[in-house]
């Protein structure tokens, strides 16, 4: 069943002889309870695919479906709404607001969606223990580890039950060791919740966890991998690296 | 509630510049709080001094001029239908000498049978006064002195002795609160005081209460139609309006300087808001990314503003009454009297409240817009972009279209086309509105500035303006606001500079002798004293070593609507007229005074449109006479509704009784001498006698509060400045932590990033500086000009090249002294977490 569907993106930046076209007509549908990964060498246009699929920058031409809803057609406030209610985001440099505590930051997008506090700080306890940090709740996060504090990511993008939750580079700046933990993290949201994920990576063992994977190349999609069998893990990692 | 802990977090991680930007408000509320409780606590002291005096009255008769009536006017009055009660009275200013001091009170003539219909106070201790000699002090006057019923006070009277004793019978405690000391009032019979200061059967006041359900102004017509020539019929209330004027220029300066506050708070506010702005910008895009929209981050920059603009009410509030004590102390100096108690009204406080938040969020307002703006991809992005870096062209052109419109109101004040009031507001337009201008002078400027500095900042100053440059628009609004603090220091305390020294030469020219010898202190606003006998002049005349008496004596009057002074001198020296001319040669003005002619004050005759030689008509007591303008003169008394007479010819029109001061000059090598015998003479009368040197200097004291306290508004202007380039510089720094930590990776010893820093305060603060500076001087000469159609003459303008130097060389030192901090700390930047700063 369709949860996402991109229908000819294209976005281009800039004016007359400056403009870049990062994208060029791309589509795609991402069916729910799927992990896909998208991968490509730099300037591919893999984020700039990841920032439209979640609303948080609209394309040049073409439409972006999420529950059948078109991204593109709402107004910004309209978006964020949305944003907050059915998207979840992680991000390689984590993002999260350094003066709140890992509790507060995780309830943050509930409050927000005006979610009492008490109800929200409860929800908020309940994810940091499904992400296994909700004893470091009470901590900022410069006190916390790169991985905690990208677990700590995964649980403010979880808390308000994401249709979609994307992944921009989740593991870029974490060491191999907490970079597993998070995609083992990842990988057993999609099998046990039937989370839908999408994640940009450059990373090949960790977009080896994803049920998908999409190449990217100049804006185009270069190759489209389903990785339910043990020959296209194979292709995968024999693939060169971008 | 998430966003307000966030906003909560945020000022305890960054104390420091929530503080500069709550110092910001708490200054410039307590400006505004201070400045407006002072004026209205002066108004106030005015109005219930003349409360007190009036009390129950609904209407009052006096002489237009002042003087006293016969007492015949009460029976015509009385008949009046519509009138209930009419009560006499008589009251003028003495000196009571108590253990060896001299205080001014008000003397009043009362009639102890009727008087207590009309007047607004209760016997507070003691009995009330009967026919026999006896004295009723009110409440406030007996506290200050230590005086009960049953002691005995002195007090100067006209008839000889001159100075009688007189028991204390009780104390009147006056319903309205007592005004500046004039308000210390001795009661007497009117009898006896008719007795005491040769009134005969004189009064100079009926007050008069209406029948109930009588209309005020009907019987108001009905009275004065009745009434001899030179007296009038008026609200008690309409005297106080006098003295008012007598404080409008110290009104308007402080305005203008607390307006100045507030504006300056406007710049520092928002320019720290952008600042937190900048800081935040990545966190504010996550909080877009993860579902925040437009108005929750809108609404979050403004609760903070608000947040912010009540806290710095309150302590505003807080510091506000002493500055209004300190500037009510100057205003009370500059009348001569002692400052009232500080009294609260709820009217200041409430502009006070309004000022602060209002600040605030006006300052908030086009940070909130930015902060609605930021794109949700900002989050996501690991490079964060920056804000506008230059002010956007229609801001710059609107504001100098503003600077134009101001200059031209400013320009048809000087000449003529509105009203002069209007200079006070354009100005500030006219200045205010080079501010946005700045940032786009910015560009050009500084490059120049840091090629032609190269000698001395080398290369560290070129990269240093490159930094500036990055943040035009920051960096220019903080230039701006310096600008501002220093163009307007130099334009005021150039034109506070020249008006004192103008003052000064007035003095020197109209007070001239050796000597003053007089029997209290005259009233600034009113020119009120006591006088002293006539006889008095051949007797100090005799004293050997004495070339010269002459005399002064101030009586009331009206031209047209204009209450005036009427200065009556002997001009007694052939060699010197001791009056500080503006039209007329001194020689002809001499001989027109002699022939009865007139001399007025430049801004009376500049307000009645007068020239050389034109009538016009005196009102006095004895009815209007006609006079011949015989020159214009700077005159300070009274704002300079004066008009000077000769004595012998002014005998012949009005009654010139007595000697308000006398003016003595001896020869140089008995001064000494002339000193002792006269210290003596004044001693046995009871006199006031004052060396020139010490009366100059009590001038300067006079003049030395109300400056101070504009001083004093203008040095807040310059210490809210430097917490803007404090501010500014701050976040230069921390912007460029990570090209810092590059530069002192490839090169750069600490030493040469301080100097960068510093450069880049060098190469602001001078470029702001040297543009105030000529601004400076152009306001000053703009105020100069502004204020001849309301004096009547220009100001000599003078520029003072200390003034001009000191204002670059102390802004200079201040603005290198608030990058100390911000060097120091590029200095000492941890390389390694500098490196990895975003």
Known sequence: ?????????????????????????????????????????????????????????????????????????????????????????????????????????????????????????????????????????????????????????????????????????????????????????????????????????????VAAHANRVIRLRDGLIQSDLDLSSKASLRELRTEPVP | MILARLVWNEVRQRPGRAVLTLLSIVIGVSAVLSVSLAIDNAHRAYEDMYKTMAGRADLEVAAVDGSSFPSSVLAEVERVPGVAVAVPAWQSLTTLLHEGAQVRVIVMGIDPARDAEIRDADLATGQYLADEPAALLDTGLARALGIGPGQEVRIRVKARPYVRSVPVVGLLAPRGAAGFSQAGTVFLPLPVAQRWFNLRDRINTIS????????????????????????????????????????????????????????????????????????????????????????????????????????????????????AEFILGAIAQAQGAEPPPLRFSAGPFVLAALVGPLVSLAAAYVPMRIAARIPPLEGIRPVVSVDRADVSPWIIWTSLALCLTG?????????????????????????????PVFPGLLRPVAPRLAAALFPLLGTEGRLGCVQLLRRSARAGLTGGVLFIAVSTGIGLGTTIINNVEDVRTWYRRTMVGDFFLRAMFANPATGQTVPMPESLGPEIARIPGITNVDTIRFLGGQVGDTSVAVVIREFTDPTNLPVDLAQGSPDEVRRRLFQGEAVLGTVLANRLGLKLGDEFTLQTSEGPRQLRMAGTAIEYTLG???????????????PVEGV?????????????????????????????????????????????????????????????????????????????????????????????????????????????????????????????????????????????PWVLAGSVVIGLGLVIATALVPAERAARLNLLIALQYE
């Open chain 1, 1 to 205: 069943m369709c949860l996402l569907e991109a229908q000819n993106l294209w976005k281009t930046y800039g004016e007359g002889e400056a403009a870049v076209e990062a994208l060029r007509g791309i589509s795609l549908k991402v069916s729910r309870g799927e992990f896909l990964a998208i991968m490509g060498p730099s300037g591919s246009g893999k984020s700039t695919l990841l920032h439209l699929l979640g609303g948080v920058d609209v394309p040049t031409q073409g439409r972006v479906l999420l529950e059948g809803t078109d991204l593109a057609s709402m107004d910004d406030d309209q978006r964020s709404r949305f944003r907050r209610q059915r998207i979840g985001f992680i991000f390689q440099s984590f993002n999260l607001l350094p003066t709140l505590t890992a509790e507060e930051n995780v309830a943050l997008p509930l409050e927000l969606d005006g979610v009492p506090m008490a109800e929200a700080r409860a929800r908020a306890v309940e994810m940091l223990g499904l992400v296994g940090v909700s004893h470091r709740r009470h901590h900022l996060p410069s006190t916390m580890s790169g991985g905690e504090q990208q677990r700590v990511a995964i649980a403010r993008a979880l808390v308000i039950r994401p249709a979609l939750l994307l992944a921009d580079e989740p593991t870029g700046n974490l060491d191999s060791a907490n970079g597993h933990q998070v995609t083992t993290i990842l990988r057993r949201l999609v099998e046990r919740e039937g989370q839908t994920i999408v994640m940009v990576t450059h990373d090949v063992e």
């Open chain 2, 407 to 435: 200059g031209l109101v400013l320009v048809g004040c000087i000449v003529g086309w509105f009203p002069a009031v209007w200079s006070i507001p354009s100005g500030i337009v006219f200045t205010v509105a080079w501010v």
């Open chain 2, 660 to 800: 308000d001061a006398f003016l003595i000059t001896a020869a140089p090598e008995r001064r000494e001498e002339v000193g002792r015998q006269l210290e003596a003479l004044a001693k046995a009368q009871g006199l006031m006698l004052h060396n020139a040197s010490e009366l100059s200097a009590l001038l300067e004291g006079v003049m030395t509060g109300v400056v101070h306290s504009l001083w004093g508004v203008l040095a807040l202007g310059c210490v809210i400045a430097a917490f803007g380039v404090a501010n500014t510089l701050t976040m230069n720094v921390l912007e460029q932590t990570r090209e810092i930590a590059l530069l002192r990776v490839v090169a750069m010893t600490r030493r040469q990033v301080r100097k960068m820093i510093l450069s880049q305060a060098i190469i602001l603060g001078l470029m702001a500086l040297l543009a105030g500076t000529v601004a400076g001087v152009v306001t000053a000469w703009f105020i100069k000009q502004s204020m001849v159609p309301l004096l009547g003459y220009a100001v000599e303008f003078v520029i003072h």
């Open chain 2, 208 to 323: 008069l209460r209406v029948a109930q359900g009588a209309d005020v102004e009907a019987v108001q017509s009905a009275v004065a139609s009745r009434l001899p020539e030179g007296l009038t019929v008026r609200p008690p209330a309409a005297r106080s309006r006098v003295p008012r004027s007598a404080l409008e220029m110290a009104e308007h300066g402080l305005n203008f300087g607390s307006a100045l506050v507030v504006i300056l708070g406007v710049f520092i506010i928002l320019n720290t808001f952008l600042m937190n702005l900048s800081e935040r910008r990545r966190q504010l895009a996550i909080l877009r990314a993860i579902g925040a929209t437009r108005g929750q981050l809108a609404r979050m920059v403004l609760g903070e503003a608000l947040a912010m603009g009540l806290l710095g009410t309150a302590l505003g509030s807080v510091l506000g009454p002493f500055g």
């Open chain 2, 640 to 654: 300079g509704s004066v008009v000077y007479l000769e004595r012998r010819s002014a005998a012949k029109i009005l």
